[in-house]
């Protein structure tokens, strides 16, 4: 039955339905040992459900907790600390996390995305366009990855440049409401 329930969470999750996968791995997590690799999983992707739904304390305190059971998971880092970016919060941890992360994971799009935004986020914008520019090479049609990029070359002064990027974005069909509404804006009057 929890592979049954595992399922169950997975599926509510992948359709959106954040706070009814959240129920699920509750229930999954009252049936597993504490300390076992199964529960920090569980405990991880419950994290990204509440992350989702906008509880960021319980979604930090799962997300520690998985790492405090498989510690520098790069997954799981990645998770936390690009949430804290999402939310100016703790950059500095953030990035430093993000840094071992990548040292594991040197070719994943997304955590090296991460770490540009870090690099972003702390007007760091020649090591940013580094780390984006390379994100954009693995995943070139990721709206997200050129929205940063975008917002990079703006800094750079390559205006141009940034507003190809970002157009790039608005066209994703990957690209969702809120990226898009926050893209027009940039194509209209830059940062």
Not at 31 to 40: G, H, M, N, R, V
Not at 73 to 97: E, F, H, Q, S, T
Not at 155 to 170: E, M, P, T
């Amino acid at each position: 039955p929890i592979n049954i329930l595992l399922d169950m969470g997975n599926i509510y999750k992948r359709n959106k339905k954040f706070k009814k996968s959240i129920e699920v791995y509750t229930q999954v997590l009252n049936q597993l040992d504490y300390k076992s690799e199964i529960f920090a999983e569980i405990l991880y992707r419950r994290g990204g459900s509440y992350e989702r739904i906008g509880e960021h304390f319980k979604s930090d305190k799962d997300l520690i907790d998985s790492l405090n059971i498989r510690p520098n998971d790069p997954y799981v880092m990645n998770y936390l600390a690009y949430g804290w970016l999402d939310r100016n919060y703790r950059i500095k941890d953030a990035i430093d996390m993000l840094e071992k992360a990548y040292q594991q994971k040197v070719d994943d799009p997304y955590i090296i995305d991460s770490v540009g935004w870090g690099y972003f986020l702390i007007n760091n914008y020649v090591s940013a366009e580094k780390y984006l520019q390379r994100a954009l090479r693995l995943m070139p049609r990721d709206p997200i990855v050129n929205d940063h990029y975008g917002d990079v070359l703006w800094k750079l002064n390559r205006k141009i440049q940034a507003r190809y990027y970002w157009q790039s974005a608005f066209e994703s069909d990957f690209a969702d409401d809120d990226l898009k509404n926050k893209i027009s804006e940039k194509l209209l009057k830059g940062l």
